[in-house]
């Protein structure tokens, strides 16, 4: 069976990268759809885009209502929004949620139909050209096709997007994530370890995004103990920055398996961020899938510095700070939200829902 | 300053991959311009690209008089062919040679001049859709956008392209490496690996391209002792054809240095083949560089497994075999030739007309 390795992103990285190539905005058009969060107000982003914008004469329209974990009704909004006036282009600008959001309203703006019909994948207007500009150094957005939206009423997510979804350019400028506290800045680097671990694993894995999963390994050991600190320095943030977009690279080959599943219901329902959710259920996943992926967790291990699989937990652990407490009736509703969709995945054992609600089990503090 | 990491080609690598994807070519358009070399008929790469059209409907006319190290005259040749007929893309299958006069046949058979107008790479019309199916496991062509002509009334060579001229698709299948002798095996092998050195030691490199070579030189150690013997199994074979794609990756984002230059007149004056001759430089080229790259350099010696700078020629060596003897008076013709491109490239040490003439007599065999 062939495999494939696809990533027509142009990605281009460094301080003051926006500024630096402003020309490159005139080749998509004269007017912008610029899609983000009132936070990108506050972290130099929206304005330096908007300035390389103006200095190549190029009108915008701003949308910054987006929310965390975009639901279908604020998707909506968008979409009226980008309808409203002639985009040229979109921009998207913020954390994966704004990114996503971007990838929403580049399909939404020339595609006149409810927010819940993109999980169709049917694109009858090609998407607009879309560009993204990461706020956070987690999610890996910027180079991959899908986006995720809020469904059941805020209990699980779901994901569109086929390869005309992929933005046409990135901007990657880690001076934009300097604002995030360190919390969030941990979250999101376990969000991008969390998709390397889970890509390489995959049994789609393949040679090339399984090479990169390694340099995301690698990357973020190299950088753990400073995750541990409380501040980091630019050049270690450029590299994080980096390190997510290589993530995005691995879940873009391989897609994430069952512990994104597992970690839909933790942020749905009880508001977990999501690099959080996905790093929860990590420790126990790896231990359940030991026995059918023994080499490639031993690989993963020994790059990250460890010699027993028992150390992950404490090794992820110190980037934790879970504070909520669940029920067994809680634990019970996770399972039916996202049992099937985890064991569903190409993950490298099979797994059962006994798996799933272990999975859960061991990973959740629980109050009764 | 920033960076960039673009590489847009979709690559699909495996054992019949061609076959199992032949609905992709339907995406291209109903008449397909084949652009290969004689030997192609031999390694099973034409026919079966061709039973591949067919079963999509897609006529195709067929230019197979593709040289080794394309001429001007044999590009214009193409050129006038490509133009002769409506076609919707072009089709390289071959080495180096014939990928690369498959770059000119998308541009050509849209713009109507002379061969050597390619150099000044503008493009009026977009160059047609470009499909690579590399049967040597060396160039990385299928991932680059140059092309290399031979120039100069056969004493020299230059290049062409733009991020128009990439191909959009390639097919890697080492089945169509089969046929090529263990010599030309090892001579392409090398090729790769002196793609991933030049790019790892270029004072251009790139975090993401830096990843991309450290995996080729582990690749290359994992394959060396296999090179060195008398045959290779197909999962070598799959190997090193996903190695020069990645080297190809890797001269994609940094270009390669000196090494190709003084390459050039060696194949373009005595013949001596591509990969051989960006081979004979390399070790004296490793020794100049060492003082102003010492730690990259160690770290390259280090995943080959060498302990020492010392070790590399030997190295590489084994996989070498030049017959030719060389003049001074030749040496001095080669520096005419190649010195001032070797030393204007992003060497990791600034290099002199002098570096160049000893590079040259410390790595050839001299007959006088």
């Not at 992926?293 to 937990?313: M, N, P, S």
Request: proline share 4%; glycine share 8%.
């Amino acid at each position: 069976m062939s495999q494939c390795f696809y990533m027509p992103v142009k990605v281009i990285y460094g301080p003051h990268c926006v500024a630096e190539n402003a020309a490159l905005f005139a080749g998509f058009g004269k007017k912008a759809l610029i899609v983000t969060s009132p936070s990108s107000a506050k972290n130099g982003a929206l304005q330096e885009v908007t300035e390389a914008l103006s200095s190549q004469g190029i009108a915008w329209g701003v949308f910054d209502r987006c929310e965390n974990n975009p639901s279908l009704e604020m998707t909506d909004c968008l979409g009226e929004f980008a309808r409203q006036d002639k985009y040229d282009f979109v921009i998207g600008i913020g954390g994966g949620s704004a990114m996503d959001s971007a990838k929403a309203a580049s399909v939404l703006a020339v595609n006149d139909y409810p927010a819940a019909k993109l999980f169709e994948n049917r694109f009858p207007h090609a998407p607009l050209p879309l560009i993204e500009v990461p706020t956070t150094a987690g999610t890996g957005s910027e180079v991959t096709y899908n986006a995720v939206i809020t469904i059941d009423g805020g209990r699980n997510k779901k994901s569109f997007g086929t390869p005309v979804t992929h933005a046409k350019l990135a901007f990657l400028d880690a001076r934009y994530t300097e604002t995030l506290p360190m919390r969030l800045t941990r979250y999101t680097a376990l969000d991008a370890l969390a998709h390397a671990i889970e890509g390489f694993l995959s049994c789609k894995a393949t040679p090339a995004g399984s090479m990169v999963a390694k340099e995301v390994f690698r990357i973020f050991a190299k950088n753990h103990g400073a995750l541990c600190g409380d501040s980091l320095t630019p050049a270690v943030r450029q590299e994080l920055l980096l390190n997510a977009m290589y993530a995005g690279i691995v879940i873009a080959q391989e897609r994430t398996i069952a512990v994104h599943s597992l970690s839909y219901p933790l942020t749905a329902m009880r508001g977990v961020q999501h690099g959080l959710a996905v790093s929860l259920p990590m420790a126990s996943f790896l231990e359940i899938c030991y026995s059918g992926a023994k080499e490639k967790i031993d690989e993963l291990l020994g790059i990250l510095g460890l010699t027993e699989l028992g150390q992950f937990r404490g090794y992820i652990g110190r980037l934790m700070d879970d504070k909520n407490t669940y029920t067994r009736a809680e634990v019970e509703e996770f399972v039916s939200i996202a049992g099937q969709g985890a064991i569903g995945r190409n993950n490298p054992v099979t797994l059962t829902l006994d798996d799933v609600r272990n999975i859960y089990l061991t990973s959740l503090a629980l109050s009764d």
